[in-house]
């Protein structure tokens, strides 16, 4: 079975502070694909990353990092230095080569200035 | 710079109307999606299309149907509304690629009450 875990429903932080978005995901498959999707307050979903089940290379763009880690099947985002405009839903997803993508429920984060 | 857009953006029905959500993208995306988003459960596939003339079923595809006349429009039916239907509905398009391992590019929703 495929699943994708984001235990933290709600995260509140005060700006400048670092936090980090757990992800966990289950599949038995060799190759697959994992995708950060951010949800503002506006609406629309926006792409962040992806990254593929043969790279493990963690990736940094800006104050966005990425750590994946195939041996606790996990792709944690941490956003350094929060900002108000942070704030939003966001979505892990993991894509296995069919035509179904399986969202993780969303952990919704709050900056307060 | 439009890329996907959909129409309507708000909708009120009552029990047993119809309704059609129309997706349209500007992308040239050969696959197109119809998600349903739900408070707690992420994203949930309804129907998808590989192109132009082609649909199939997602994850939850009972009580819609969908059809894909033309590559850049993707068409969401309900033919008879539930109250079960009330959701906010996305729409996605991607390039083609190995399985399904592009990014895909969504619209801005449509929120749908069913009364």
């Known amino acids: 079975a495929q699943k994708v875990t984001q235990a933290q429903t709600e995260i509140s932080v005060v700006e400048k502070e670092d936090v980090t978005l757990d992800c966990v995901y289950e599949t038995r498959d060799t190759t697959y694909y994992l995708f950060w999707y951010k949800q503002p307050p506006s609406g629309e979903l926006v792409f962040l990353i992806r990254?593929?089940?043969?790279?493990?290379q963690n990736e940094i763009s800006g104050r966005y990092s990425w750590n994946f880690q195939k041996s606790t099947s996990s792709f944690n985002f941490t956003i350094t230095a929060s900002q108000v405009v942070d704030s939003a839903v966001y979505f892990c997803a993991l894509n296995t080569g069919g035509f179904k993508t399986i969202f993780g429920a969303g952990t919704r984060l709050f900056v307060k200035a | 710079n439009a890329g996907v857009t959909q129409t309507p953006k708000f909708r009120v029905l009552k029990t047993g109307q119809s309704m059609t959500l129309l997706c349209a993208q500007d992308?040239?995306?050969?696959?197109m999606y119809w998600y349903r988003q739900d408070p707690g459960m992420g994203l949930r596939l309804i129907h998808y299309s590989v192109g132009e003339g082609t649909t199939a079923k997602g994850e939850v595809p009972d009580g819609y149907n969908v059809s894909r006349l033309k590559k850049q429009n993707f068409l969401l039916g309900l033919e008879s509304a539930a109250p079960s239907q009330t959701s906010v509905y996305f729409c996605?398009?991607?390039?083609?690629?190995?399985?399904?391992?592009?990014?895909?590019?969504f619209g801005d929703g449509t929120r749908l009450s069913i009364l």
């Open positions: 996605a398009s991607s390039y083609t690629g190995t399985g399904n391992n592009q990014p895909q590019h």
């Open positions: 992308m040239n995306h050969e696959y």
């Open positions: 990254r593929n089940s043969f790279d493990e």
